[in-house]
């Protein structure tokens, strides 16, 4: 499905590294997503302010001051559409998001995305969660903030398990992997989560399930909820996702890495197990595996 967007207005309030700086310096060094000359093109459409007076790319800006974008109407990016729900009961929902779909709005997508076609039916749906624009399978909503503040509490004691293809032939049959996550730099979006020392502690469970020369299939338990924490994990034990277009082997990125939300992995959240926020009994929810993963 395609839709046109009517755009939106950016609103940020500038950091203290905007001291000094003028407004197309730091529009380039803060939002790596866009090039110099694409930034100067905004700038020359009367597309940014700067304190509700059009920016010409040259004033000194101070922090503190409110630095606006208004962006333009677009075109969204054809994706999936539909879904499948898996569990509903007065207080949650749980669909099956296809591979393909964005679960939020953001990264140039706002109408085509799981939370505005859910929504559309259950329009106080609140995700509890995300997963991936490429990874399918098992997304959890509340049907009201309270519901969604005590599972929000308990959210480390929900049981999440994926399935995957890894690189290469796994010579191991279960793993824990532990490596830390956080910020490290990349080349067009200025930092991403990866393995780093200084980073945040991370645990993953991997169960091999089937080896062949295409790669490894295997099952991953995730104990914490890290960003990009399996492809990060697998990677940095020599293992990455096969197809993954950021990470590479020991959980860095690729020497010309694409971006997280970029397809070619294979990764689908299979089930999920925890104590209901009102029932009081074992909830288990499982999404049926995809075609390549079968």
């Given at each position: 499905m395609t839709s046109e967007n009517s755009g939106y207005t950016f609103r940020h309030v500038?950091?203290?590294?905007?001291?000094?700086?003028?407004t197309l310096e730091y529009?380039?060094?803060?939002?790596?997503?866009?090039?110099?000359?694409?930034?100067?093109a905004r700038i020359e459409a009367q597309e940014v302010r700067v304190n509700g007076t059009i920016?010409?790319?040259?004033?000194?800006l101070k922090p503190g001051g409110i630095l606006i974008w208004d962006r333009p109407?677009?075109?969204?990016?054809?994706?999936?559409?539909?879904?499948?729900?898996?569990?509903?009961?007065?207080?949650l929902l749980a669909v099956n998001k296809p591979s393909g779909l964005p679960t939020l709005p953001g990264a140039g997508f706002y109408q085509n995305t799981l939370l505005t076609q859910v929504q559309s039916a259950h329009p106080t749906a609140?995700?509890?969660?995300?997963?991936?624009?490429?990874?399918?399978?098992i997304v959890l909503f509340a049907y009201d903030r309270k519901t969604s503040a005590e599972m929000t509490r308990?959210?480390?004691?929900v049981q999440k398990e994926y399935r995957t293809v890894i690189q290469g032939i796994a010579t191991f049959d279960s793993l824990c992997i532990r490596t830390p996550i956080g910020l490290i730099p990349h080349p067009r979006l200025g930092e991403i989560f990866g393995a780093s020392s200084a980073g945040k502690a991370s645990r993953s469970m991997v169960n091999v399930l089937q080896r062949s020369a295409a790669g490894t299939l295997c099952s991953v338990e995730i104990m914490t909820g890290r960003p990009?924490?399996?492809?990060?994990?697998?990677?940095?034990?020599?293992h990455p996702l096969l197809g993954d277009p950021v990470y590479g082997s020991g959980g860095g990125i690729l020497e010309a890495p694409g971006l997280p939300g970029d397809a070619g992995?294979?990764?689908?959240?299979?089930?999920?197990?925890?104590?209901?926020?009102?029932?009081?009994?074992?909830?288990?929810?499982?999404?049926?595996?995809?075609?390549?993963?079968?």
């Open positions: 500038l950091r203290p590294s905007a001291a000094g700086q003028s529009l380039v060094e803060r939002f790596r997503h866009s090039t110099r000359e694409e930034w100067l920016a010409d790319g040259a004033e000194r109407g677009w075109e969204e990016e054809e994706v999936p559409s539909g879904y499948e729900i898996l569990y509903r009961d007065e207080v609140i995700p509890l969660h995300r997963l991936g624009r490429a990874t399918s399978g308990r959210w480390g004691e990009h924490q399996i492809r990060i994990h697998l990677a940095s034990v020599g992995y294979i990764l689908h959240a299979h089930r999920m197990k925890f104590r209901h926020p009102a029932l009081g009994r074992e909830i288990s929810i499982e999404a049926p595996l995809p075609e390549c993963l079968r």
